[in-house]
C-alpha cells in the first residue's frame, strides 16, 4: 500500500499483465522511469528484488571484442525478479503483444511509442460478431 492510501495487486492467474504508463510535462526520452520490484515477505517486510542483466555485449572497457561473450549461466533463485515473471520493456516487448495491448487506442500526441513498434503489417483480431454494436437481447417481433 502506498502513503496515500491506494495500492495495486496484480493476478497472475491471467498469464500475461500489459502496462502503459506515461509520464506527464517531461520530454518523451528512453529512460524516463526507473523500475524497482518488491516482494512482500512473510514477515510483511518489502525485500527489493534484483534484475539480471540481460544485455550481452561485444564492447568491454570500451573496446570492442572479437568475439562474442560467453553466456553465462545463472542459478538464479527467488532474489530476482526473473524468477517470478518475465518483465520486457519498450523494444524487448514484441509488435504482436504490443499491437494487440493498443488496438484501441488513439494517437495521443507526436511523442508516441507507435513509433516502436510496426503495428500496420500485422493482423489485429478484430471481432465482427457486433460489427454495428447492436444488442445482444432476443430479437422481439416489433408488431
Given amino acids: 500500500q502506498f502513503p496515500d492510501g491506494t495500492s495495486h495487486f496484480v493476478d497472475d492467474s491471467k498469464g500475461q499483465m500489459f502496462i502503459k504508463l506515461l509520464e506527464n510535462n517531461t520530454e518523451f526520452l528512453d529512460d524516463n522511469f526507473d523500475i524497482e520490484v518488491f516482494k512482500l515477505n512473510e514477515d510483511d517486510e518489502l525485500e ?10 561485444n564492447i568491454k572497457n570500451g573496446i570492442l571484442l572479437d568475439e562474442p561473450p560467453t553466456v553465462e549461466v545463472l542459478d538464479f533463485g527467488p ?19 504490443y499491437c494487440k495491448a493498443i488496438s484501441n487506442n488513439v494517437l ?8 516502436l513498434f510496426n503495428c500496420d503489417d500485422l493482423e489485429q483480431d478484430k471481432d465482427f460478431s457486433d460489427l454495428y454494436r447492436i444488442s445482444k437481447e432476443i430479437d422481439e417481433d416489433p408488431c
Fill in 108 to 115: 495521443e500526441d507526436i511523442y508516441s511509442d507507435k513509433e
Fill in 48 to 57: 527489493k528484488l534484483q534484475f539480471m542483466n540481460k544485455r550481452q555485449t
Fill in 79 to 97: 532474489q530476482y525478479v526473473e524468477y517470478y515473471f518475465d518483465l520486457l520493456v519498450d523494444s524487448e516487448i514484441p509488435d504482436e503483444i
